[in-house]
């Protein structure tokens, strides 16, 4: 639907901004039909004959262990998405000026980070083949051809594949096709934008093109980092997951079996990330009251607790009462996560209002 004035060419942005949002985001099966036509239209904007067989994996891990041969010819990852889209470049730009489309760009396609913790927990995760040149030339033989690509050839799964983080930029031509009108100029990124709508990870080779489903679960917290409290944040349809806490990628146990969580666990957990996490899920205040932290100084703003390791291993909260009563009359106990180097609890408490503890002195009220 093109849109002829400014006022409605402005309100689209948002709407394309959800759409493709929900795109990134989405844990729906595979539109498997229409994902396979779209690797064919892709094929053939990039210049390239259709591959003569497309399979399809459940997860990407399964992607990523694949054994390519030489009957499945070269990556294609670069001629598919990364050239095409700078030959698209060059067209919109003859019409439009590139401000424009860094606009448009920015408002349709900001930045995602749990589509992108996403990503990354994916490629930290999966099997790296890594083939070294020798590998590549028992697959492309010894020609001059053949050295030649395996000299050029990428080698790791983030070089070879894509995923929804890689094809997330389409979201701003798909916004220019529709509403600006420019259909001739993004008319060859249309197999591709159809394989972004309905397909996961794709790995692209002449002969064989691979495809992998979506995530059947994809958790974040309110910062849109990976995180679930009692179960993966990412999970495939295969089974292959990830368990976070907050962004970060603990064991799975610590998620699913937190009563396991004791003071010994967390003393001999060696990444100091993990441990921090292990600690919040148990709650500091517990931690604090099983022994597990030190009392170092105490003021009327509060108590600083803290735990050491080692040297630059350590771990500090301080423990605030809320100055507003309960009903009952009590008041409540907080424990707030602190860098360690603190020294009183009156720093610590500044700093969790961004302050130093001089001028958080000054305060006539405090919370």
């Not at 420019?182 to 309905?198: D, F, I, K, S, V």
Request: aromatic content about 6%; glycine content about 6%.
């Amino acid at each position: 639907m093109r849109a002829s004035s400014p006022i409605e060419q402005t309100a689209a942005l948002g709407d394309y901004r959800a759409r493709w949002r929900a795109v990134r985001r989405s844990t729906a099966p595979a539109d498997r039909d229409s994902a396979e036509q779209g690797v064919r239209l892709a094929y053939r904007a990039a210049g390239l004959e259709p591959p003569a067989r497309i399979v399809w994996c459940d997860g990407p891990q399964a992607l990523a262990g694949l054994v390519v041969s030489r009957d499945d010819g070269r990556n294609l990852r670069f001629q598919l998405v990364d050239r095409l889209r700078r030959q698209i470049i060059s067209k919109i730009e003859a019409r439009i000026h590139r401000k424009v489309l860094a606009a448009v760009d920015s408002a349709v396609n900001p930045a995602d980070a749990l589509v992108t913790a996403a990503a990354e927990a994916v490629i930290r995760n999966v099997p790296e083949q890594n083939l070294s040149v020798l590998g590549q030339l028992r697959r492309t033989g010894l020609s001059l051809a053949g050295v030649l690509q395996a000299l050029t050839a990428p080698r790791s799964f983030s070089s070879c594949a894509a995923g929804p983080h890689d094809l997330s930029w389409l979201g701003a031509y798909d916004y220019l096709r529709e509403v600006l009108g420019l259909h001739a100029e993004t008319e060859p990124l249309r197999g591709l934008m159809q394989l972004a709508t309905g397909v996961g990870w794709l790995l692209p080779h002449e002969h064989t093109c691979w495809l992998a489903e979506r995530p059947n679960l994809l958790c974040g917290d309110a910062r849109d980092r990976l995180h679930h409290a009692s179960g993966p944040a990412l999970r495939y349809p295969d089974g292959w997951s990830i368990w976070a806490w907050r962004g970060v990628e603990v064991p799975r146990w610590i998620i699913e079996h937190q009563d396991r969580i004791t003071l010994a666990a967390i003393d001999d957990q060696i990444d100091v990330q993990v441990r921090r996490c292990m600690i919040e899920i148990m709650t500091p205040e517990r931690y604090v009251a099983l022994g597990g932290a030190t009392r170092v100084a105490e003021d009327e703003t509060g108590i600083l607790w803290r735990r050491n390791w080692l040297a630059a291993d350590a771990w500090a909260a301080v423990e605030v009462v809320n100055a507003t009563p309960e009903p009952d009359g009590t008041r409540r106990h907080f424990f707030l996560q602190v860098p360690a180097n603190l020294h009183t609890p009156r720093e610590a408490v500044a700093w969790t209002y961004g302050m130093r503890a001089e001028a958080y002195a000054h305060l006539v009220v405090r919370t």
